[in-house]
C-alpha cells in the first residue's frame, strides 16, 4: 500500500552517532526515489517541492526526543543503543504517552534483535543496515501509517498530556462542562466542549449524533430509527441528527 501522493509522512530518527543517522536518512531517501507515483515525480524531502512525500526530524538521544513530545511523528527508526537512557527505555515511556507510531528498532548488536516487542514495535533492522532489507521494512512501516492515517489528540490529563489517535475512539460525549472520549477500554474525561472536540476531529469521519454527542464512523455498526450502535455500545440519535448522520455513513462507505 503506498502512501497517496497528498500526503506526507513524518518521521523522526533517534540515534546518537552521526554517520548512523545519515545512513538512515540516505536510505529513506533512495526508498521514497525508488517508490516515486505513477506520474513519476520523484519524492522528496522538506528541501524539494512544497508537497514533500515526507520529513525527517533527527535526534541525537532518547531524552531530546521524549522532551516536550507532541506526537508529531507518523514512523520512527530508534537505535536501541545510545547513551543517557537507551531505545528500549525511550521506547517505554514513549508508549505511556503514544501508542500510535510506527516504531522500528535499530541495532548493532543482533542479540537485541527479539526485544521490543512489548512496545508495539514492527521489527529492527541490524547495522550497518543494508538496503534490501531497510526497504522490505519501509513498506510495513508505509503499509502501517496508511491504515493508521487520523488526526492526534491532545488531551490535558491530570497534570500530564496524553496523546490518543482518533481511530482508538469509538465516541465523544460532552457531560456538563467535560467532554469524554471513549475508547476501547478507557474513557479520557477533558474539561472542553463538544464544539472544540469536534474542531479537533474535523478531519476525519465523526459525524454528530445529537448534540451532546459524536460518533466515529468506523466503529459504527447499525443504526436504528432513534439510536445508534458504535462498537458494542446503543447511543441515542436525535430526530434531526438521523439524516445526516446516514448521509455521513453513505460517503464514508461509498468514498
Known amino acids: 500500500m503506498q502512501m497517496k501522493g497528498d500526503e506526507m509522512i513524518r518521521i523522526a530518527i533517534v540515534d546518537d552517532d552521526d554517520t548512523d543517522a545519515a545512513r538512515t536518512s540516505e536510505m529513506i531517501a533512495q526508498y521514497y526515489a525508488e517508490h516515486a507515483d505513477a506520474e513519476g515525480s520523484a519524492a522528496h524531502t522538506r528541501t524539494g517541492d512544497s508537497a514533500p512525500a515526507y520529513i525527517i526530524t533527527r535526534f541525537a538521544d532518547g531524552e531530546s526526543f521524549l522532551d516536550d513530545y507532541k506526537a508529531e511523528f507518523d514512523a520512527m527508526f530508534l537505535d536501541v543503543e545510545m547513551p543517557g537512557i ?12 503514544d501508542s500510535h507510531v510506527v516504531l522500528v528498532f535499530t541495532t548493532k548488536m543482533a542479540q537485541y534483535a527479539a526485544v521490543g516487542y512489548d512496545v508495539d514495535a514492527i521489527g529492527y533492522l541490524v547495522k550497518p543496515l543494508e538496503y534490501f532489507s531497510f526497504a522490505l521494512k519501509m513498506r510495513k512501516v508505509e503499509d502501517l501509517v ?17 496523546y490518543l489517535s482518533s481511530h482508538d475512539v469509538r465516541y465523544v460525549e460532552v457531560l456538563g462542562h467535560e467532554v469524554i472520549y471513549h475508547t476501547e477500554k478507557v474513557a479520557y474525561k477533558v474539561w472542553s466542549s ?3 472536540a469536534a474542531a479537533l476531529l474535523e478531519p476525519v469521519h465523526f459525524a454528530t449524533a445529537s448534540r451532546y454527542c459524536l ?5 459504527v455498526k447499525a443504526v436504528t430509527n432513534d439510536s445508534v450502535v458504535v462498537d458494542r455500545q446503543t447511543l441515542p440519535v436525535s430526530r434531526s441528527k438521523r439524516k445526516p448522520l446516514m448521509q455521513a455513513l453513505a460517503e464514508y462507505y461509498g468514498g
Open 86 to 97: 537507551d531505545g528500549l527505555e525511550t521506547a517505554h515511556r514513549l508508549r505511556e504517552i
Open 194 to 196: 463538544l464544539k472544540e
Open 146 to 162: 496508511a491504515k493508521r492515517q487520523g488526526v492526534t489528540i491532545p488531551l490535558t490529563v491530570g497534570t500530564g498530556t496524553q
Open 215 to 219: 460518533v466515529n464512523l468506523e466503529w
